[in-house]
């Protein structure tokens, strides 16, 4: 076992400190154990760290945890003293000039209405258009219009929240079209200036006025929700009511009508900023010190206390998110390496270079910010491997990514399997998680993952859930691929191939094919960080770099909006596609 191994190796090295006096910090254990593992996640999924959150002092005070816990085992501290650090938007809050009112009315702020937390900032004043739910649907199998003989062009348009009733069963038609987002840009792209919400009780029964503080990009219109009693005062002079409304659009009636009022409204809502870091972890190769580098990372960042627009699979419950498997095991897991690893440098031709990411729930944020802002070149990188949830393991199965990114990881993961894991081996390097902005860069990358479960993302991942024995034997197998990786003389680069596995995360029936660029913070488009090989975007002639301005002649201006109108759209089909290449727009066909 290499285990025991190790253990022979560690004796030798304490003894050698103690006669030499080298050094009087205190060495942590190098022996990968179960204790030790499960220890690391103990602390970091503790309620004292509160999920996490970027920004936070639970944010804090992991990242202090884990760089602690990499001098303790005697790497170097590259950057700030171990930190890397950065700002991040973490939330939105209410600015002080919003308002709502008509010629009769003027509406309080939080009581009465309250901006959308992705509204656009500034003021509108026009007449108002009762548009039911704001849907349109115009395909092969089912067609359906709310906007039909309705100009809305320079008008702002109330909408209702939900959409009309399907039975238990049944196939839900609506089922891409119900977000606020993808309203609002079916109204934008029918002129609209402004949007008004109401939810009428058989959505809502409560009707209660929550601001959701994530940050989301802006949708580029002022957009508020109103109270159903305010509503209802706009829509006495035509004698309607929103529940009444609401009930024969429920039953699936189109259409609307223009209300005789003139409504004007101001939105302001302010970003919030946070200082967030990656922490770093150095070791360097004695036989090759300017030599290769390994990366070796996992995100430490989760969702705090979860909530509306956290990325939380339940977002109406407000509660510690723990993140004990996502991925306080995946961060455990590369502290434990960074200590056996440290203990066996002379035998590694490469230095290893140790990076616990911020930020990847957001959108692979810190990961993206160290490959744009690298502490060692990029050109000395050999392959990165990374680590996200690992404490889940069930009848001896792990995922294994990244596979086709080097033509020698094929031999390579199954040689070092000395333990009979059943490995379920996947060949791309994009995937949702750190690794995709190191292949973006053109890195070899593996992925080691036990697997999604029921509590992912939910105040469910708890530390009582985390197989500790597995995670041993899960560690012992990537210490084994890494120092089967130094045996190599070289790793070869290479293009994932053209098979690619969905994402079980993902609610689309159609894709491009591309890795965004999540670190666009602009309004002007999509940024193209990747295009897969094989795959719709790539076969028309999309690049990386490309920045998506247009679906099927619909604008988009962030990644939001990609995603709401990749769910308009049918496999299959064939749609227009323009792109900002080198400063001029070209248009591009893909075949669903």
């Known amino acids: 076992m290499i285990i025991k191994k190790y253990y022979i190796f560690r004796t030798v090295v304490i003894a050698i400190l103690f006669s030499s006096l080298v050094s009087c910090l205190p060495k942590a254990d190098p022996i ?37 816990q990499f001098e303790k085992y005697g790497l170097t ?55 039911g739910y704001g849907i349109s649907i115009d395909k092969s199998t089912f067609t359906f219009n709310d906007y039909s003989d309705l100009d809305v ?24 079209f119900l977000s606020q987002r993808s309203k ?44 159903r009693t305010l509503a ?28 005789a009022e003139t409504v004007f409204f101001q939105t302001d809502v302010v970003s919030k900023e946070a200082k967030t870091q990656n922490v770093m972890g150095f070791i360097e190769s004695p036989n090759n010190p300017d030599g290769d580098i390994l990366v070796i990372g996992a995100h430490y960042d989760h969702l705090g206390m979860g909530g509306p627009g956290s990325g939380s699979r339940v977002p109406d419950t407000t509660a510690i998110h723990y993140g004990a498997d996502d991925n306080a095991s995946g961060v455990a897991a590369v502290i434990e390496l960074a200590g056996s690893l440290e203990a066996k440098k002379d035998q590694l031709p490469f230095s290893i270079l140790f990076i616990a990411f911020a930020c990847e729930e957001m959108g692979l944020i810190g990961s993206k910010y160290y490959v744009e802002n690298p502490v060692y070149p990029l050109s000395r990188v050999n392959a990165m491997i990374n680590i996200d949830m690992l404490g889940r393991l069930r009848d001896k199965k792990i995922s294994v990514g990244g596979v086709g990114t080097a033509i020698e990881f094929a031999d390579l993961v199954k040689v070092a399997n000395t333990d009979s894991l059943k490995l379920a081996i996947s060949l791309e390097g994009q995937g949702p998680s750190d690794h995709a902005a190191f292949y973006g860069k053109d890195l070899s990358v593996l992925y080691f993952s036990t697997g999604a479960h029921m509590d992912y993302h939910t105040p469910d991942d708890s530390i009582d859930k985390i197989n500790g024995a597995g995670m041993v034997e899960v560690v012992a197998y990537i210490d084994e691929v890494i120092m089967r990786m130094g045996e190599l003389s070289e790793l070869t680069y290479q293009e994932a191939g053209p098979k690619q596995k969905k994402s079980t995360r993902s609610p689309y029936k159609v894709t491009l094919g591309i890795m965004p660029d999540f ?74």
Do not use: C
Not at 96 to 115: A, C, H, I, K, Y
């Open 77 to 131: 501290l590259p950057g700030d003293n171990g930190y890397q650090t950065f700002d991040v938007i973490t939330e939105v809050d209410l600015g002080t000039n919003n308002s709502f009112g008509w010629n009769r009315r003027m509406g309080t702020v939080q009581e009465d209405f309250l901006p959308l937390s992705f509204t656009g900032n500034g003021s509108v004043r026009s007449d108002l258009v009762f548009v």
């Open 232 to 259: 209802d005062e706009l829509l006495m002079q035509a004698e309607k009511s929103i529940a009444d409304l609401e009930i024969k659009h429920s039953k699936g009636e189109t259409g609307g009508f223009l209300v």
């Open 153 to 176: 062009t320079g008008k702002i348009v109330l909408i209702l929240e939900g959409a009309p009733h399907v039975d238990d069963g049944e196939d839900d038609p609506f089922s891409g």
């Open 184 to 227: 609002i840009l079916n109204a934008k792209d029918r002129g609209a200036i402004g949007v008004i919400f109401v939810s009428g009780p058989l959505f809502d029964k409560k009707d209660a006025l929550k601001f959701v503080k994530r940050k989301e990009s802006s949708v580029g219109l002022p957009v508020v929700r109103v109270k």
């Open 32 to 68: 990968v154990s179960e204790s030790e593992l499960v220890s690391h996640v103990n602390y970091l999924a503790s309620e004292e760290l509160g999920g996490r959150f970027p920004g936070t002092a639970g944010d804090s005070m992991a990242a202090t945890y884990i760089r602690d």
């Open 519 to 592: 670190t666009d913070g602009g309004n002007d488009g999509l940024g193209v960080e990747m295009v897969t090989e094989g795959r719709p975007a790539q076969m028309a002639g999309m690049q990386k770099g490309d920045k998506i301005v247009s679906l099927n002649g619909l604008s988009v201006s962030s990644i939001q909006d990609y995603m709401m109108r990749l769910q308009t759209l049918e496999e299959g089909k064939t749609i227009t596609v323009e792109v900002i290449r080198d400063g001029e727009k070209i248009v591009l066909l893909v075949q669903l």
